[in-house]
T-cell receptor, first 115, second 116 residues
Framework: AQKVTQAQTEISVVEKEDVTLDCVYE???????LFWYKQPPSGELVFLIR??????QNEISGRYSWNFQKSTSSFNFTITASQVVDSAVYFC????????????FGAGTQVVVTP | GAGVSQSPSNKVTEKGKDVELRCDPI?????LYWYRQSLGQGLEFLIY????????KSGLPSDRFSAERTGGSVSTLTIQRTQQEDSAVYLC??????????????FGQGTRLTVV
């Protein structure tokens, strides 16, 4: 069963628009970790953020922000004032207790930012 | 370079042949991971090595797949008797230790395998 769901396959925006990527996860563990990775056209996965299940504080890093809500099992990602360089596939992932070495990825969301 | 290095970057092989994919992790990283990325299946975990512990092989799709990590460094993923469904990008990653909760996993650029 898919443990991480990214329902949006592709999102297209014009530069400077905001874009929010949805991520819904499923786990029975009380301790788990959530991640976002970016995969630009070069193919290399780039780490963006790691968040543990006990920390529901929203986080902002430059134009990126993350909203973690355990009540809805969601860990959404917003890019503010998007730029063409933000064009990439973005993956949400889950790591659970007992298999900390394993990242379970969602299907990814392709973001296309046009000038 | 200081990143995770994978070779070859592209590999075309005939169905039924064996292939070996290589991963050089970041120096000093004790954990190494293999993932597979394909159109139909997305990003799938294959295998995970942590130090001298027995590897977590739970993601290997069949007994045609195996991996070794020699000397706690370089890893080789071997696919025997390749099938067309093995066509995918094989990604390797490494981290300072095995707990991705603590340390970031750095990914290589992958090996694109095409089985014809």
């Amino acid at each position: 069963a898919q443990k991480v769901t990214q329902a949006q396959t592709e999102i297209s925006v014009v530069e400077k628009e905001d874009v929010t990527l949805d991520c819904v996860y499923e786990t029975r563990d009380t301790t788990y970790y959530l991640f976002w990775y970016k995969q630009p056209p070069s193919g290399e996965l780039v780490f963006l953020i790691r968040r543990n299940s006990f920390d529901e504080q929203n986080e902002i890093s430059g134009r990126y922000s993350w909203n973690f809500q355990k009540s809805t099992s969601s860990f959404n990602f917003t890019i503010t004032a998007s730029q063409v360089v933000d064009s990439a596939v973005y993956f949400c992932a889950l790591s659970e207790a007992g298999s900390w070495g394993k990242l379970q990825f969602g299907a990814g969301t392709q973001v296309v930012v046009t000038p | 370079g200081a990143g995770v290095s994978q070779s070859p970057s592209n590999k075309v092989t005939e169905k039924g042949k064996d292939v070996e994919l290589r991963c050089d992790p970041i120096s000093g990283h004790t954990a190494l991971y293999w993932y597979r990325q394909s159109l139909g299946q997305g990003l799938e975990f294959l295998i995970y090595f942590q130090g001298n512990s027995a590897p977590d092989k739970s993601g290997l799709p069949s007994d045609r797949f195996s991996a070794e990590r020699t000397g706690g460094s370089v890893s080789t993923l071997t696919i025997q008797r390749t099938q067309q469904e093995d066509s995918a990008v094989y990604l390797c990653a490494s981290s300072l230790d095995g707990a991705v909760r603590n340390t970031e996993a750095f990914f290589g650029q992958g090996t694109r395998l095409t089985v014809v």
